[in-house]
């Protein structure tokens, strides 16, 4: 049976370039990077050069870049990180409805420790106003936390304009933002996003998991994530994943010299899948913004059908894809994003991501189209909900 992977944005197999680039740091290259002998300083030149590219892809200094365990470590990091070491200065932080869970759980954590939260809305499309964000800003307010692109429905949020605002301030608010599905996939530039906190993780462009990145602005006051050894400039302890790193460092190597070539094929791609699904199959609505989205995201709802039987029928017939994020998959609940654009419960149940990748073709877009609408008119046949003038 053919097999079509698209949920690329759940995760990414990895490249064997990046394999190749990570095997001798199992085996024959397997110091630890902190001893000064020469195994030990073999590794710690291997991290100084993914450092080196994974800050080039991202326009960085190679030092504010730190080596985490991948982006809900960074995004952990960063809030609370930030958090903890200004709360002389205040206990308010921004962020929106629509974040991931990396995000949304530390922000309650800490709520229950005094901290005080605004979740801003975001409009039908998953996007968040400039002036939602700066008319939130107080006095005590020390950090706004907006995701660079909505893993779920795709939606790029204007995260140069919120940058760009904050600066005019009079008072120092730090800006992170979630980049874990922009990064390697749309041109990412910290200075031009003007961020002070950027979360990174290598397994969604294709390198390995367990290992990601928290870009940290130079001169921004914060606490460090783990404590014990000197590793990673003193704030974040522990001895260094050093395959994992090499692998995320040759993975945004290749990635930032595909970007321009990848962004193209993607988008192709992707708009040929929204509009064959659209002419094809009625009583469907395509989630997130008509154009301002990422290159290989589609997400789409179709009425009066449950996403997980939807799913499943894919799977029989080889296609893999997803409901929402990989992150909550198992839950019984609608997606909070799908809620927070505005969409009922009996319509968000009805949820399909399909996420394109590097390896994707043509054929498999046509396959897709081939079986999916008749996969939809089974279930809803099926559906009680169905109503008969839809028939």
């Known amino acids: 049976m053919r097999r079509i992977y698209m949920d690329h944005a759940g995760t990414t197999p990895m490249r064997k370039e990046v394999l190749e680039a990570m095997l001798p740091y199992f085996t024959e290259k397997f110091g630890n990077a902190s001893t000064v002998y020469s195994y030990g300083r073999e590794a710690k030149a291997a991290i100084e050069e993914a450092r080196e590219k994974v800050a080039h892809l991202v326009g960085a200094d190679p030092r504010e870049i730190f080596f985490t365990s991948g982006g809900t470590e960074s995004d952990n990091w960063a809030l609370r990180g930030i958090a903890h070491a200004n709360k002389d200065r205040g206990n308010h932080i921004i962020t929106t409805s629509i974040e ?100 990174i993780s290598a397994h969604k462009i294709y390198g390995p998991k367990g290992v990601g990145a928290l870009y940290i602005r130079k001169g921004t006051k914060i606490k460090p994530f783990m404590t014990g050894g000197a590793q990673e400039n003193k704030r974040r302890a522990g001895t260094e994943n050093v395959p994992g790193i090499v692998g995320l460092g040759k993975a945004a190597e290749l990635a930032e010299q595909e970007l321009e070539a990848q962004y193209k094929k993607l988008s192709h791609l992707r708009d040929k899948l929204i509009n064959g699904i659209m002419e094809k199959i009625p009583h469907v609505i395509l989630n997130g913004h008509p154009t301002q989205r990422l290159p290989h995201n589609v997400n789409l709802c179709f009425e009066y059908i449950e996403g997980e039987s939807l799913l499943l029928n894919l799977d029989m017939k080889g296609i893999c894809a997803s409901s929402g994020s990989a992150c909550t998959s198992g839950s019984l609940e609608p997606s909070h994003v799908l809620l927070a654009i505005g969409l009922p419960h009996e319509i968000a149940h ?42």
Request: hydrophobic residues 40%; glycine residues 8%.
């Open 100 to 199: 991931h869970h990396a995000v949304l759980h530390t922000c309650e954590d800490l709520e229950k420790e005094g901290f005080k939260l605004t979740y801003l809305p975001v409009d039908k499309y998953g996007l968040v106003k400039v002036e939602d964000v700066i008319n939130a800003i107080t006095d005590e307010t020390i950090l706004v936390s907006i995701m660079h692109a909505n893993n779920e429905i795709g939606t790029i949020e204007p995260i140069s304009e919120i940058g760009q605002a904050l600066k005019k301030l009079d008072k120092k608010v730090y800006f992170h933002t979630d980049a874990v599905q922009t990064v390697g996939k749309i041109p990412v530039k910290v200075d031009e996003l003007g961020v002070d906190l950027l979360s």
């Open 350 to 391: 009805g949820s399909l991501r399909l996420t394109l990748g590097r390896d994707n073709t043509e054929e498999d877009v046509d396959y897709v189209l081939e079986v999916l609408p008749g996969i939809v008119e089974k279930l809803r046949q099926m559906s009680p909900l169905f109503p008969k003038e839809g028939r």
